[in-house]
């Protein structure tokens, strides 16, 4: 079965610096993969997908995401930092033939002054 | 607009009692799902349906039931069977063959 793993329950950056949330994935084939940001009390909104092809992908709002097969990760980052990127932010994997997703548990984003 | 509504945003029920939560969306999409969200546990499927009176469960599903009578609506039955529904609930829909999720603003349900 899929899994996503994010080592990080909370990062705390400063505004203005870099930032890189981890995520890796058990899966056997290709995996279709999503970043997802959750402010509180809200749905979430996909950030970035990667489904084939280039390995560094853009998203929404500056982000981008690195495929790395062979360290089944697909880490998330931003050059720089903004006091509204504070949120969550989930990792997921497409299950296949399903249509489902299975979600990291989520890392919590701190941004200091 | 397109999108996905869930109403209504916040539900109190007193134990014992079912309770069903709304989810409509006007995106046209086949596909439709229900998670369960608790602080720390990230997201857990419930139930989904990717076709009209179609459904299969997810991970959690006991005590739980749902129906797809309409392409539009998938709405959520939360019945006095689970043991612990007080969570923050979290509809969406995806595309004809595709793994790319759209979410709904989430109905926090508070049972005492």
């Known amino acids: 079965a899929q899994s996503v793993t994010q080592p990080d329950i909370h990062i705390t950056v400063s505004e203005g610096a870099s930032l890189e949330l981890r995520c890796n994935y058990s899966?056997?084939?290709?995996?279709?993969l999503f970043w997802y940001v959750q402010s509180p009390g809200q749905g979430l909104q996909l950030l970035l997908k990667?489904?084939?092809?280039?390995?560094l992908v853009q998203g929404i709002k500056g982000f981008e995401a690195e495929f790395k097969r062979s360290q089944s990760s697909f880490n998330l980052r931003k050059p720089s930092v903004h006091w509204s990127d504070a949120a969550e932010y989930f990792c997921?994997?497409?299950?296949?033939?399903?249509?489902?997703?299975?979600f990291g548990k989520g890392t919590m984003l701190l941004v200091s002054p | 607009d397109g999108g996905i509504t869930q109403s209504p945003k916040y539900l109190f029920r007193k134990e014992g009692q079912n309770v069903t939560l709304s989810c409509e969306q006007n995106?046209?999409?086949?596909?439709m799902y229900w998670y369960r969200q608790d602080p720390g546990q990230g997201l857990r499927l419930i139930y989904y349906?990717?076709?009209?009176?179609?459904?299969q469960k997810g991970d959690i599903a006991e005590g739980y039931s749902v129906s797809r009578e309409k392409k539009e609506s998938f709405p959520l039955t939360v019945t006095s069977a689970q043991k612990n529904p007080t969570a923050f609930y979290l509809c969406?829909?995806?595309?004809?063959?595709?793994?790319?999720?759209?979410f709904g603003p989430g109905t926090r349900l508070t049972v005492t």
């Open positions: 899966y056997g084939a290709t995996p279709y």
């Open positions: 990667y489904f084939s092809g280039d390995t």
């Open positions: 969406a829909s995806s595309g004809e063959r595709s793994y790319e999720q759209y």
């Open positions: 997921a994997v497409g299950n296949s033939g399903y249509s489902t997703l299975t």
């Open positions: 349906s990717q076709i009209v009176n179609d459904f």
């Open positions: 995106l046209n999409h086949d596909a």
